[in-house]
């Protein structure tokens, strides 16, 4: 199993916060959210890195998650942000 923080870190350049870490065992979990409501600058965008994180350690441990990730926003600059994540 990836060891979170440590993926987490490789993935975005930065520690996670404790709300990104306690979504992480969410996930994991198998407790999925319709939707994260934060406030900006608060590191929305690491959702992505968090579930793809989850999806491959839920594999190792039978956790079941959603292939797909539906991210919606409203700002342009946001789309761009969440692009350079992904690639």
């Not at 923080?5 to 959210?33: H, K, N, S, V």
């Not at 994180?53 to 946001?78: D, K, W």
Request: proline share 6%; charged share 20%.
């Amino acid at each position: 199993m990836v060891q979170f923080e440590r993926a987490f870190r490789a993935l975005t350049g930065f520690e996670p916060f404790r709300w990104q870490q306690r979504l992480y065992e969410r996930f994991l979990a198998g407790d999925i959210p319709d939707a994260c409501n934060l406030p900006t600058g608060s590191g929305k965008t690491a959702v992505i890195p968090i579930w793809l994180i989850a999806l491959v350690n839920g594999v190792e441990n039978g956790v079941r998650l959603p292939r797909r990730l539906v991210y919606v926003v409203h700002r342009r600059t946001v789309v761009d942000q969440a692009t350079d994540v992904v690639l």
